[in-house]
């Protein structure tokens, strides 16, 4: 029977694994199709910049309960997962606690340690799923924001529940484990209670030894699967922000929020206009301005997608949003990367080529609409707990419908007329801007 278990494991680990390094294949591939953007400057800046909002998770603590809750699930799940690393040892070597002798009395206290961190991550994971069904927390209310529709919010609940089922899990498995150390079974050795799960033993006090035995091998089972394909689903969940926190964060821009990207054709043609350089013959012509798809966007836009935490924060604090307009900043990023995913599907299917699909980011995906009521106050980039910023993707779509199209409101072109002629958006002319101080002299 150990044999069996042995082999299946191997089995499956090795199928995961193969599933698993597809996946992350594809969604690396799929980011990459973005266009180039060098993001390589101020290292020491940057790394410094990942350590206080991904791993210290500082922006979290604006809302000091909620952030330090986020933390324990945070360094909890990812020290507790440090234990995966026996569990699969005892898997391929059909052993059990094969770290247990080396570690001797230390061991306990290791594993004591994990519990506690298990024991935090239950509450605080139990916190959250109430949350989730408080009207008062509207940002999260499918009611109120129809992004959150259907998957979105099975998601987010969906995580919740496998992450409370897999602490219970492990906790159940080491009570069930000391029960049996005590009864003297040869395959579990003897490493003493264990902090958390000591007072979960008397459950199985009046349980015999066979049934002890399958409780505590399906329980370790149900942990090691559910590790397992957790690192799977994470790939198709908006979860993947555990692992991508890392690199956005170093990644994200470190200009201010307020200074605007200029596109460096347009410039150039404005100095040249200007007389402030010559033409220069060997310039490229840009195939569009601005982005229609999410081809035209970098890669780090890209990346910003596939980043997002759908929490919400960035959508409660749009006051395009708050006074009932379409604009959702976290509808634009999970609408980027539904289209993204779209995208992935069609490069899998053709070789990792991507061959359009007569399909756009723009109309066929986010409305003109919602574009249109965006005010450019950056709240959305302010608001965000790991550095996305929403408001790059709704300019460059901007610039595409302005200048690629030729398409913006009345009162936009207006403007635009008032800048070429007058210098300012206003209808007067440059001479008559200070008449109004003539009435206070």
């Known amino acids: 029977m150990a044999v069996i278990q042995q082999v299946a494991f191997i089995l499956i680990l090795a199928a995961i694994s193969w599933i698993l390094l597809r996946r992350v294949s594809l969604i690396r591939k799929t980011i990459l199709i973005g266009k180039n953007e060098d993001r390589n400057d101020q290292p020491a800046r940057r790394f410094s910049t990942m350590l206080r909002i991904a791993l210290g998770q500082k922006k979290m603590f604006d809302k000091p309960l909620i952030g330090f809750l986020h933390f324990a699930v945070y360094i909890g799940f990812i020290l507790i997962n440090v234990e995966i690393l026996e ?35 239950l509450i605080a994971c139990s916190v959250f799923l109430i949350r989730r069904y408080n009207p008062a927390v509207q940002r999260l209310q499918p009611a ?34 000391s029960v049996l150390q005590k009864v003297g079974h040869p395959h579990y050795p003897v490493t003493g209670d264990f902090l958390v799960s000591s007072f979960l033993q008397p459950l199985f006090s009046n349980w015999d030894t066979a049934a002890l ?46 200074e605007m990207y200029n596109m460096p054709e347009i410039t150039s043609e404005v100095k040249v206009m200007l007389g402030l ?36 924060r960035c959508t409660a604090a749009c006051p395009a949003n708050i006074t009932g307009k379409k604009l959702s900043p976290r509808k634009i990023m999970m609408d980027t990367r539904d289209r993204l995913e779209d995208v992935g599907r069609i490069m899998q299917a053709n070789k990792g080529e991507f061959i359009p699909d007569n399909k756009s980011l723009i109309g066929d995906y986010i409305l003109e609409e919602e574009i249109l009521a965006c005010t450019t106050c950056n709240a959305c980039a302010q ?59």
């Open 87 to 121: 569990i699969i040892l005892d898997g391929i070597l059909g052993k059990h606690r094969i770290l247990a002798p080396l570690l001797a009395n230390s061991y306990r206290y290791l594993i004591g340690f994990f519990e506690v961190l298990a024991a935090g991550v």
């Open 277 to 312: 350089e010559n033409q220069n013959a060997d310039a490229v012509v840009p195939e569009r301005f601005g982005a229609k798809d999410v081809t035209d966007l970098s890669w780090k836009n890209l990346m910003d997608a596939y980043s997002c935490t759908e929490c919400g």
């Open 213 to 258: 035995v399958i409780y505590e091998r399906v329980a370790w089972w149900l942990h090691i699967i559910g590790i397992l394909g957790f690192a799977v689903y994470l790939t198709y969940s908006k979860h993947l922000h555990i692992v991508l926190a890392f690199p956005n964060t170093y990644f994200a821009r470190l200009k201010p929020k307020g």
């Open 383 to 441: 608001e965000c707990p790991v550095l996305i910023n929403p408001l790059d993707i709704i300019l460059q779509l901007r610039r595409y419908k302005v200048m690629d199209e030729a398409h913006a409101p009345g009162s936009w072109n207006a403007m635009f007329q008032n800048l070429d002629t007058n210098q300012a958006p206003w209808k007067f002319s440059p001479g008559d801007r200070f008449n109004w101080a003539d009435a206070v002299r």
């Open 144 to 177: 109120r924001h129809r992004e959150l529709n259907g998957w979105p919010q099975l998601d987010g609940k969906l995580i919740l529940v496998l992450e409370i089922v897999l602490m219970i899990a492990i906790l159940t498995m080491n009570a069930s484990d």
